[in-house]
């Protein structure tokens, strides 16, 4: 089966740093991807890597290490609008379903 | 359009009863896939369509499940005698499939999705 593990909450506060990490096992990998989604809403794409090191787009950065089979997303100068759930995603193969996460709920409180 | 969309974006059904739920994918995206989300929930892969074939349906949880695609473009998914376990939200994505290399991501756009109660 595939497993992806990630914290299930965290909190933190409104202009600080947060590092939301993901496991994974899986019988196949092309890359890892980063979803956010609000209460109510779709999700949508953040981030994507398929090899080992740091990807930045503004405020968010995501990071893979391939031999660890690990990856975090990192989000700096935390907003109110930040508070969401942030999927982590397998990519098996090309074009085929994503494996999902079970989503880190996150609280930015002021 | 401009995005993904799906209908009805709510749908209350009574155990036993029929369901169908729309997607109208991206303009020219050829993948189209449909996951399952409950409440607090990750999502949970259902089945997936390139072109208007489905060449993944490993995710579909019952025979009572079924999906088809026509015209390389809108889907329906399906759910026969509904029970109270199916209550959900039904999310539809497509992407544009190109069929390149590992290094690019086809980024999946996701539809608002479809809020089933079954009472």
């Known amino acids: 089966g595939q497993s992806l593990e990630q914290p299930s909450e965290v909190t933190a506060v409104e202009g600080a740093i947060v590092q939301i990490n993901c496991t994974y096992q899986?019988?196949?990998?092309?890359?890892l991807s980063w979803y956010q989604q609000h209460d109510g809403g779709a999700p949508t794409f953040l981030s994507y890597?398929?090899?080992?090191g740091l990807e930045e787009t503004g405020r968010f950065s995501s990071f893979l290490s391939r031999s660890d089979s690990y990856g975090y997303l990192l989000l700096q100068e935390l907003q109110m609008k930040d508070s969401a759930s942030y999927f982590c995603a397998v990519s098996l193969s090309g074009n085929t379903p994503l494996v999902f996460g079970k989503g880190t709920r996150l609280s930015v409180i002021a | 359009g401009a995005g993904v969309s799906q209908s009805p974006s709510n749908k209350v059904t009574e155990k036993g009863k029929d369901v169908e739920l729309r997607c109208d994918p991206i303009?020219?995206?050829?993948?189209l896939y449909w996951y399952r989300q409950s409440l607090g929930q990750g999502l949970e892969f259902l089945i997936y369509?390139?072109?208007?074939?489905?060449?993944?349906k490993s995710g579909l949880p019952s025979d009572r499940f079924s999906a088809e695609r026509t015209g390389g473009s809108v889907s329906t998914l399906t759910i026969q005698r509904t029970q109270q376990e199916d209550s959900a939200v039904y999310l539809c994505a497509s992407s544009l499939a190109s069929g390149g290399a590992f290094l690019i991501q086809e980024t999946q756009y996701f539809g608002p999705g479809t809020r089933l109660l079954v009472l």
């Open positions: 890597n398929a090899l080992d």
């Open positions: 369509f390139q072109g208007n074939s489905a060449p993944d």
């Open positions: 899986t019988s196949g990998f092309y890359g």
């Open positions: 303009s020219g995206h050829t993948a």
